[in-house]
């Protein structure tokens, strides 16, 4: 096909033009086939051991010449295991001299150095590099003696379920002087093929790179002739790097780094060999090249590293004081901002800076998070008060909607802290896209198209760029450093490249910042991302554990400081250092977020069964450091309050018999059976005045005085004497009256708590999106066959049942109204058999309003409920943690939840996502049961929007109960209580 550049009509081309263009862009690929020299009937032979578990120390000290031969038909591969190659290689006689080099070639799948084959190199015992699709050459000998013997094994993991055929090994020897003649003259061309017609830079470029082909033989192949002419072709082609171009240039800083996506399609135990493959790729492109600079961050994996390969650690740390491997980054993973807690960022990045600080002696100072979907308004906060500057990354361009506007700002977050912020600007030359990569392949186009894309131009001239295959690691190649260094010579009509770390890069911009702060934009409050919004629900589960495990993690804590101030017992300090570290890798930002493969959550799930069955345990050191703290006896209770504010409210007692009370210092009440959404029932009794941060005494007894209930309740009414819900006959709310204030909580003639199934079948990336036009089809599930019930009578709390079958799915809520209670609760139980859709509940609400507040971390964030512009229109999908707040000034409701964080409001009406069915790549993703536990909140508005957040509390943080349940004939005469709240200092 005749040649062609997209570009041409732009650049204003004509037919000379790009005639010489296809000519020169020829005549370079010819002089690339140059390099290597193809070296026939090398005596090699593979031998191949299939055993599972073979480990590394076994097969360096294995008699491998004893294991099956393995021919270029033989067929091998396992699922998510390792297979061992094993040769023996001779230096033939017409390597004598040169560089002498093997070439690796398998059936590198869709995602090559990610995906099947991955594989580890041992070059005469010893760690050499990784091979995968992006890294398939290994060199054997420089400098090669004929006669030399070599050993070769290769540690080649294969994740998927299909047979390989062969393992293709060839020879050659590199002219390491052709190739950089190569790259001297490539990449200029790739530059001068994108300047205007009209140039003079460009007309300038392409005749030296005309001349110094011209000055080559290049007729045969690897000649004499083609040597002899290589002086002369050189010094033409440095004449390119004498051009003087115009003194002013932009600077791109090139960052050599790889992205490792902890847990994806792969499982984390994956992940810690994709780590040694990738480092031991980086350390031996090291030694090729001084002035390569890497970049990586994540603590874990260095922690891997250390654990699993010494080997490559301490080569890594020689490294490291050289300056050339280069630690900055300061969070233990680069998790998802958005679902997990305030807590749980600090210790990410406070166990992140230990480690990096321990064992390199180094402070970071950067949050780099090019991969996550979206940043919490709190994330300011967050850094500055844990000594951070710098926010980086890149994904904020994959909005699919607007443009964020600027690549570097100022961000100020919600308390008015601001940092320094700054986006990955990587994409190619040509492209009209707003996309850009940190997964670069410093690449002409893409270092060109770095500056081009850049905003705002007129504050500062540097950007930064990250290259080097990843996600699923691989890191850079020899040929991105190669152009990476002719870059950095300087060439015409190109931006200056500097190959460094982000460090220095950060440095500069730091200091232009703060010189002249005007120059730069700021952005106020969240980075929303305009994509992967079903992140935000996918894989249900895994977002309650972690939610829970944050939960009780924090009791743990607490109740282990208590019982070592309070009676000496040991601080559970190595639990709970397991245990986070558990949930902190598990809140990496493609486990929490949904949208790995099944095998990741079946690790996690684990995981988090582990966190749970420990500190469930009655022999546990949850319950041990409960016991010492509370040491409630052999025949009380002691009702532990995990939160802050003194409480009074339902306590559950398990299954305790039936016409017994429970005594506390306010009196006896009698004990009430309630049920579940999911079948199951337990025995509650309310408890006054329970001691905040602390505990709170109170008895089982044999008896109890008859109750006087405020409630009253039907199949279509719950009501008590704060307010009262009517219920239609499908079992949705027709009406929440408030009777303190005489007013209607919801929109006239809609119904609340309205269950509503959607399409969702986003236009790719199955798990991470929902697109907007997902409520263009819908279902109510009220037009399902329902069942209603009345489950509870009192005297404590009143409740309803509704039953629903929807397709294959069974959906059964418990809608429950407590004595005195200002909020309607939502017990829901779901089996879920659906795929591709999501189900929503839909509150409508009689307020006049245009913004919505939404708990984040540490605080809340307003958002507009009209779709005025593009950027309120894009907000059809939002983060909450365990509230979302609709209030006129003096009037409100709030929804409260116990593990969800989704949410879409438009005007009055706010909807709670609940369940998806996403299939990629988690085919069954979110099949199965589902408990989820929500209420409706009604309060006084903007007014008291503090009790919104002690609602919430209370609603995620459930009192506890230890000690005995045994019904006593007498209650104790006193019953004591301790608070930390109301400790007083000396």
Known sequence: ????????????????????????????????????????????????????????????????????????????????????????????????????????????????????????????????????????????????????????????????????????????????????????????????????????????????????????????????????????????????????????????????????????????????????????????????????????????????????????????????????????????????????????????????????????????????????????????????????????????????????????????GIDGTVTKAQLITAQRYDSEEIFTTYNGDLSVSETMGAWKRYEPKAAYNEVVMSYGYGDGGGGPTRAMIERGTRLERGIPGAPKVKLEGIVPFLDRLGKAMDANPAKFPTWNGELYLQYHRGTLTSVAKNKANNRNAERRLRELEFLGAMALSQAGHAYPSETLAEFWELVLINQFHDILPGTSIPEVYVDSDNEYGRIFSTLSSQNGPWHAAAQAFAKPGKDQLRVLNFTSQNRAELVSLGHVGAGNGLATAGGTAPIQKITRADGTTENVAPVGNIAALGWTAAQVVSSAPAAKSTLSVSEKHLENELIKVSFDKAGEITSLFDKTRQREVLAPGKAANRLIAYEDKPMEWDAWDIDRYFEEQSWPLADSPTKISVVETGPHRAAIRVERKYQKSLIVQVISLAAGARQVEFDTFIDWQERQQVIKAQFPFDLNISEIRSEIQFGHVKRPTHRNTTWDRARFEASMHRWVDISEADFGAALINDSKYAYDCHEQSVRLTLVRGSTFPSPDADLGEHRIRYALFVHEGVADLAQVHRAAERFNNPVAVIGSTSPQAQAAKDFGQFSLAQVKRG
């Open 1 to 412: 096909m005749t040649y062609s550049n997209p570009q041409s009509t732009k650049l204003g081309l004509l037919d000379d033009d790009l005639k010489m263009e296809g000519k020169l862009l020829r005549l370079c690929k010819d002089l690339e086939t140059k390099i290597r020299a193809p070296i026939a009937n090398v005596p090699f032979q593979w031998h191949v051991q299939r055993a599972d578990g073979f480990t590394a120390a076994e097969a360096l000290k294995a008699d491998w010449k004893t294991w099956e031969k393995f021919g270029r038909h033989t067929v091998w591969a396992k699922h998510q295991e390792h297979t061992w190659f094993a040769a023996e290689i001779t230096v033939p006689e017409e390597a004598k001299g040169k560089v002498f080099v093997a070439h690796f070639t398998s059936q590198w799948q869709d995602r090559p150095g990610s995906t099947d084959p991955q594989c580890l190199a041992y070059l005469d015992g010893k760690i050499a590099q990784a091979l995968d699709g992006n890294h398939t050459e290994l060199v054997i000998e420089r400098n090669a003696k004929p006669g030399n013997k070599h050993v070769i094994l290769v540690n080649a993991f294969t994740f998927f379920d299909r047979p390989l055929v062969g393992f293709e090994v060839d020879f050659f020897v590199r002219n390491e002087r052709a190739e950089k003649l190569y790259y001297d003259l490539q990449t200029p061309l790739d530059v001068a093929v994108r300047l205007y017609q009209n140039d003079p830079r460009r007309q300038a470029i392409l005749n030296i790179v005309e001349r110094a082909l011209r000055a080559l033989d290049r007729r045969d192949g690897h000649t004499d002739a083609f040597g002899a002419g290589l002086p002369a072709a050189e010094k033409i082609a440095k004449e390119i790097y004498d051009l003087v171009d115009t003194e002013v240039q932009p600077q791109i800083t090139a960052v050599g780094s790889t992205h490792l996506d902890v847990g994806w399609l792969w499982r984390v135990m994956h992940t810690r060999d994709k780590t040694g493959r990738s480092f031991a790729t980086v350390l031996n492109l090291m030694e090729e090249y001084p002035q390569f600079v890497f970049m990586y961050n994540q603590s874990v994996l260095f922690d891997f590293l250390k654990q699993d390969y010494p080997e490559i650690w301490e080569r890594m740390l020689k490294k490291v004081k050289s300056g050339q491997f280069e630690i900055e980054g300061a969070m233990w993973v680069e998790p998802d901002v958005n679902i997990a807690s305030g807590e749980s960022l600090v210790r990410q990045i406070m166990r992140g800076r230990k480690f990096h600080i321990e064992h390199f002696k180094v402070t970071p100072k950067t949050v780099w998070l090019p991969d996550t979907f979206g940043y919490s308004a709190n994330l300011p906060q967050i850094m500055e008060k844990s000594g951070l500057e710098y926010f980086v990354t890149s994904k904020l361009s994959w909005n699919d909607t607007d443009r964020h506007p600027y690549d570097t700002f100022f961000w100020r």
